[in-house]
């Protein structure tokens, strides 16, 4: 389910306000939790709206708050239009932190609109964060937000953490492949790094 966090872009993209949209994501979650199905919800735009302006850490609080009801096991902060920085990304995850269940997983989203989606990915690792988001080639986009880039390349978030000594558990290799691959059926050059290098360790 996804939620977006102001009214302006909620009405854009889903025909519903904020607190609609939020009502609608707890009946799903009651519902499809009901059947022992784990529920994740997105709260969209919790970095900036390109049409409210910011977005502040406790108005994602308070929404993370109201959508934690039974059955939610996760909770996405998603960066829709790029414009957060590692500080946004400490604010908000300690708030959402502190405004849901312990048990409740967080994840993040980043768009690299502003090319801050390799830093914010970091940071929110740092922050706690257990689930990143993430697209291979570095795909992707919002139509409803002007201007809008792609998602953090999978590629090479792959490379960095794996550098770093984490086992992301993706294929480095073929991640590459795969981002090439769509760079091909789209007929342009995807916005990620690491499979427009060399390989690195040659070996």
Known sequence: MVVVSTDAFSQRNS??????????????????GAEGRP?????AAAFGCPFSGEVP??????????CAVDGVHEIALADTIGVGVPADVEARVAAVRAAVPAE????????????????????????????????????GGCPFA???????PTEDLAY????????????????????????GVLGRTTPGMVSRAPKWPHA
């Open 39 to 43: 529920v994740a919800v997105t709260l």
């Open 104 to 139: 409740v997983t967080l994840r993040a989203h980043f768009h690299n609109t502003r090319n801050t989606g390799y830093a914010n990915a970091m940071a929110a690792l740092d922050a706690g964060v257990e689930v990143l988001d993430a697209s291979l080639g570095g795909i």
């Open 15 to 32: 025909g519903m306000t904020t607190a609609e949209a939020v009502e609608m994501a707890g009946r799903v979650a009651k519902l499809v």
């Open 160 to 183: 960095m953490f794996a550098r770093m000594g984490f086992d992301t558990g993706v294929d480095l290799d073929k991640a590459v492949d795969a981002a090439k691959f769509i760079g």
């Open 57 to 66: 850490a406790d108005r994602v609080a308070e929404l993370a708050r109201a």
């Open 146 to 152: 002007p201007g809008a880039a792609g998602n953090v």
